[in-house]
């Protein structure tokens, strides 16, 4: 690979992850309304959502 | 079930609304940085669940609506009235002074000779002192001497059980809430271990391993938190929405827990029962 070659994969690497991060700016821009979701709890994990004692947030947000 | 209310009642996260999660990981001293941090974003409104959180965004701002979950609004003073809330809070609380006394009287049922039992509570949450005292008078009112231990960290949980075992607990009373249900686990193997049985607030901790629970729907309260949400985010003031008390209560006892601490239900009392866990 020649120093061209490498540094266009170099800057495809730092472009990539940037890209959906913009549309999701975006996108959040668009959203007019906002909640603050404030707990003590735990975040919960999507795979444990079977059980729904697993997080605390079942209690409150996700379940 | 908070994002699914939101959504049945037209707000899509990610959609026609975003919302910003904030957990505390059962760390009551980052909630003040939390809820800030909440604020500073200028949200619409703030959802703020168990007593903690809520006396943190109430510290984080005075003007950005918060609608709480609460245990006791009132007594630990989220509002100073439910029918007129005033201020920025407002939202769905049950009251714990009649809670507190009917659980006492479902213990006896189940044990009628029960004369020493302990309270298990979490003082950093603004509610359970005032929760445990009331607890305290309905019990010396059956006969019922109890012995108070605090659980503010993990390690506590064991040295409190040490203690009611050292001061002849036959039963214990655990007063729910976000610390608890985060370390349900131990709690209830504990509670077997030592052969205790458990009066709780939600059935959650029964489905862990509690014996008996007694308390409102927890599910209800948080749909009715995001019918708060909703009307907030259509324009209404958290000043003018009165704060709404909870209709649903769940009795749920838990057989297997009986059956490894030998102990018969009456069934009268489990005819009772919303929830029976064979």
Request: glycine share 8%; aromatic share 6%; net charge positive.
């Amino acid at each position: 690979m020649n120093r061209r070659c490498l540094c266009i994969v170099v800057a495809a690497l730092y472009l990539l992850p940037a890209a959906p991060l913009a549309g999701e700016a975006q996108q959040a821009g668009n959203l007019r309304d906002r909640v603050g979701y404030l707990s003590l709890g735990r975040a919960a994990r999507r795979r444990c959502s079977s059980n729904a004692f697993v997080s605390w947030v079942t209690w409150t947000a996700r379940t | 079930m908070f994002v699914e209310r939101l959504r049945q009642l037209g707000y899509v996260d990610g959609e026609n609304v975003r919302i910003d999660y904030r957990f505390g990981d059962g760390r009551h001293d980052v909630m003040d940085t939390l809820a800030r941090e909440l604020a500073v974003t200028r949200p619409t409104v703030i959802m703020a669940v168990g007593d903690q959180a809520i006396s943190a965004a109430k510290k984080a701002t005075t003007t950005v609506p918060i609608v709480m979950l609460a245990c006791d609004a009132l007594t630990v003073g989220f509002v100073t009235s439910l029918s007129r809330p005033g201020g920025n809070v407002t939202g769905v609380t049950c009251v714990s002074t009649e809670l507190s006394a009917k659980r006492v009287g479902l213990l006896k049922e189940i044990l009628p000779r029960l004369s020493r039992a302990g309270i298990m509570l979490n003082p950093a949450n603004a509610s359970k002192p005032w929760d445990a005292e009331q607890t305290r008078v309905a019990a010396r009112g059956v006969g019922i001497v109890t012995i108070l231990q605090e659980v503010v960290e993990p390690p506590d949980i064991e040295r409190a059980f040490a203690a009611f075992v050292k001061e002849r607990a036959e039963a214990l009373i655990v007063l729910d809430e976000a610390f608890t249900i985060l370390n349900a686990k131990q709690v209830t193997d504990l509670a077997v271990r030592y052969h205790l049985p458990t009066m709780h607030a939600w059935g959650e901790m029964v489905a862990a391993g509690g014996l008996i629970s007694y308390g409102p729907s927890l599910s209800e309260m948080v749909r009715m938190s995001a019918g708060y949400v909703a009307k907030i985010l259509k324009g209404a003031k958290p000043a003018d929405l009165p704060v709404e008390q909870p209709t649903t209560f769940e009795l749920v006892i838990n057989l297997k827990t009986a059956k490894a601490l030998g102990l018969t239900i009456p069934p009268s009392l489990l005819a009772r029962a919303d929830e029976v866990i064979k």
